[in-house]
């Protein structure tokens, strides 16, 4: 009878609270936003200078160079990069699986909080929709309470109520479209570490002894 009694005092509570629940979770949304914006944005920056260095150098065999280049660089991409050319002596193979792993590793980096916008475009519309029922409750519950009252009694709570889903849906859009975004920056983003990352395994077979000889 306790528990049936704490959820009679939820369901009588209205769902003013679920609104400023969402608030904050829209306050969450905008933090994440410009979070992950300004590290993709930084990001991109320091592989389109890396990027533009480092294509020459492999263009000319130039894989020493490009591995200071890499190790001296700063981002996702030089540190990415940094691990295949720091072990050129073990060969393409192993230089490959080095940048397998790295790449896997920064990849986790790059869509961190993206799990918070998604979760939130996902269930805010769900968490609108609660505080709806609950308005929907306490609206009929107080016209019950309120013998004589006409329905404008029902009708100003159910107006509170909806709000409540409007609110969810306000918050699920953004976020979603904000993930849908920066998923689509972070695959672009590891694409072009991808076709440098295939320029220097190229250029490394090309400069292998096993390469060499089996041409020979």
């Known amino acids: ?34 979070e992950r914006a300004l590290v993709l ?36 991409a030089a540190r990415l990069l940094s691990s295949g050319l720091g072990h050129l002596k073990a060969g393409p ?18 869509e961190r909080r993206l799990l918070i916008l998604g979760s939130l475009g ?19 519950h107080d016209l019950a309470e309120t013998a004589g009252a006409g329905p404008e009694v029902v009708m100003q709570g159910l107006s509170e109520a909806l709000i409540a889903t409007a609110v969810g849906l306000l918050v699920a859009i953004p976020a979603v479209m904000a993930y849908n975004y920066f998923q689509k920056r ?9 076709s440098l990352s295939r320029l220097l395994l190229a250029r490394l077979r090309d400069e292998s002894p096993s390469t060499k000889s089996s041409g020979r």
Request: aromatic share 8%; proline share 1%.
């Open 1 to 34: 009878m306790t528990e049936f009694g704490a959820l009679k005092v939820l369901a009588y509570s209205g769902g003013e609270w679920v609104i400023y629940l969402l608030l904050a979770c829209s306050i969450l949304t905008i933090a994440v936003i410009i």
């Open 41 to 76: 944005r930084r990001e991109r920056r320091q592989l389109c200078g890396l990027e533009k260095e480092l294509a020459t150098l492999l263009e000319k065999g130039n894989l020493e160079s490009a591995a200071s280049v890499s190790a001296g660089a700063q981002g996702a």
């Open 93 to 110: 193979a192993a230089v490959e699986e080095y940048i397998a792993s790295a790449k896997i590793t920064e990849k986790q980096a790059m």
């Open 122 to 140: 996902n269930n805010a519309p769900f968490i609108g929709l609660f505080g709806t029922v609950l308005g929907v409750i306490k609206a009929f």
């Open 186 to 194: 972070v695959n672009d983003f590891f694409a072009d570490i991808e």
